[in-house]
């Protein structure tokens, strides 16, 4: 007897949402049982689980995080469905925070803030956009590997921040900057809808204009896409630049609900442009899904530190994780799959 995985056709494929949620379960079910390896035992991780879960509180303090994660995750799974594999998404973060409190403390400080916030977060999308466009450029153009491009991207990015909070916006001893004036704050909530909207609205890009056929056949079937009057080329300069934008935002977003001020950052940057591209995988490349995938990421994210104030390990809170994610990424994969038993 021979188990095998055939591909379903397009009008075949599972629910993914019902199948992530399968995973999920599995997940917590598998965490829960490893923690026969753990000081506090079986009983004490589930209770951990059941406590922060249970917490309001727990899921409010995951929503910071949200934004910028799901934000990225959106952009990028355009940018995957066409093949530019870009993981440039955390110098984006970054700029567009960076341009958002420049903007705000030393341009637009004597605006009105709904204005001024409103014009902050378009040039936070407009300054990850360019940054990422350069990207698209330089892989269009000159055949440069978009990978290898966006991760230095990435690093100049945070030397500019370092640079700034060392330097002229260092506000006393520390390198940090003076915060944002309470006024030009905005609140978490908020900020979590302008995400969600803005990520539909790349959904609604996808399912109802040329940009997904063409995202779909340019990586797919290139030739066949040429031949039809798809510009691949161009297709890439405009998921680079949708990919960046999100990002941009998401990053000045962050910067106006919840940091509100530019802090020195080591070599990984803030890291929530790299967690949106497991959330963009995850999602299995569709910009709506990556709303309920980044949530998910983001209350694994906070849990790090919850599940550990509980007793539980800091090292099985890694594998915790990484259990969930792959159950839900491996049941979210299988969507798209039968499972076929021959004999012989």
Request: net charge positive; no cysteine.
């Amino acid at each position: 007897m021979r188990i095998a995985l055939e591909p379903r056709g397009p009008g075949e494929r599972g629910n993914p949402v019902l199948y992530g949620l399968a995973g999920l379960a599995l997940g917590f079910l598998i965490s829960m049982l490893l923690g026969v390896f753990t000081p506090v035992g079986v009983a004490g991780v589930a209770r951990a689980i059941f406590i922060n879960l249970s917490r309001p509180r727990f899921w409010l303090f995951s929503l910071p995080y949200f934004v910028p994660i799901t934000a990225s995750a959106a952009g990028l799974a355009l940018a995957y469905r066409a093949g530019f594999i870009t993981i440039g998404s955390e110098g984006q973060v970054i700029l567009g925070a960076v341009v958002a409190y420049g903007l705000l403390f030393y341009v637009l400080s004597s605006q009105p803030p709904l204005l001024a916030v409103a014009a902050a977060l378009a040039a936070a999308i407009l300054a990850g956009a360019a940054y990422s466009l350069l990207v698209g450029v330089l892989r269009v153009y000159l055949g440069a590997n978009e990978t290898l491009v966006s991760l230095m991207l990435n690093y100049i990015a945070i030397a500019i921040v370092n640079y700034l909070v060392a330097g002229p916006w260092q506000a006393g001893a520390f390198t940090r900057t003076e915060p944002l004036p309470p006024r030009m704050w905005i609140s978490i909530p908020v900020a979590v809808v302008i995400t969600i909207v803005f990520t539909i609205v790349l959904e609604l890009l996808y399912m109802y204009t040329r940009l997904g056929v063409a995202a779909d056949s340019v990586s797919r079937a290139r030739k066949a896409a040429e031949t039809y009057g798809v510009d691949p080329g161009r297709t890439i300069l405009l998921v680079s630049i949708l990919a960046g934008a999100a990002a941009g935002l998401g990053g000045g977003l962050y910067m106006v609900s919840e940091q509100h001020q530019l802090l020195s950052l080591g070599k990984q940057g803030l890291g929530y442009g790299y967690m949106g591209i497991l959330v963009a995988w995850l999602a299995g490349l569709r910009p709506a899904a990556t709303i309920a995938a980044g949530f998910l990421t983001t209350l694994l994210y906070s849990m790090f530190i919850t599940l550990q104030l509980e007793g539980v390990p800091a090292s099985f809170v890694l594998v915790f994780e990484a259990v969930i994610v792959l159950s839900v990424l491996a049941f979210t994969s299988l969507s798209r799959y039968r499972v076929v038993v021959r004999n012989g």
